[in-house]
Every structure is written in C-alpha cells, then in structure tokens.
C-alpha cells in the first residue's frame, strides 16, 4: 500500500517559513520524480515545485528564490523549505509521486496571515 504523509504545516505570519516534509511507503523512492503541489480555495490546484531523483528540481516562477525542494533518499522523505512567505502562499500544499504510477498525499495547510 502506497502512502504519502505530509506533515509541516501551520499558520505564519507574513516573511516566516516553513519547512514541509513527505514521507513516502510503498514505492522505490529513488524511481519517482517528487512534486510539490498547492490549491488555494477557489483556485485549481497548481504546481509549485518538483524533484527528479538525481535531485534536480524545478520551480514555478512565484516561489523561485523564497522555496527550497529537497529529497533524502535513504528516508524516503522528499521536503519543502519555504521563506519569505506571503499572503499568496496560503492554500493547501500536496506531496505527489510520479513515476510508473502517480500519488497524491492528503495534505497539509499552510496559512500565512499577520
């Protein structure tokens, strides 16, 4: 059985961070490009960074330079260093796997807000 457990989130005030984390079970980490994914309410959800498994990442251009993809494949943990948040961040932020097949955790919420 595959899981996806996302933990991290909470509530921070404008230009604080957060650090998410993703556990992966259930699957050959090392094997699955590791994504970072958030929706907003009333939004559809978007990508906001993804992590090969050689560890080359990419961002969506909003949080390049405040957002830090990571992965430790010897955890199975992939995480997600946010600073400098901003209002525009709060949504709820899902870990995703993809590889021979696709994963979604259940999320976690993150909410920036003086």
């Known amino acids: 059985q595959v899981q996806l457990v996302e933990s991290g989130g909470g509530l921070v005030q404008p230009g604080g961070s957060l650090r998410l984390s993703c556990a992966a079970s259930?699957?050959?980490?090392?094997?699955?490009?590791m994504g970072w994914y958030r929706q907003a309410p009333g939004k559809e959800r978007e990508l906001v960074a993804t992590?090969?498994?050689?560890?080359?990442?990419n961002y969506t251009d909003s949080v390049k330079g405040r957002f830090t993809i990571s992965r430790d494949n010897a955890k199975n943990t992939v995480y997600l260093q946010m600073n400098s948040l901003i209002p525009d961040d709060t949504a709820v932020y899902y870990c995703?796997?993809?590889?021979?097949?696709?994963?979604w955790g259940q999320g976690t919420q993150v909410t920036v807000s003086s």
């Open positions: 259930g699957i050959t980490f090392r094997l699955y490009v």
């Open positions: 995703r796997a993809t590889g021979v097949s696709d994963y």
């Open positions: 992590i090969s498994g050689f560890g080359s990442p």
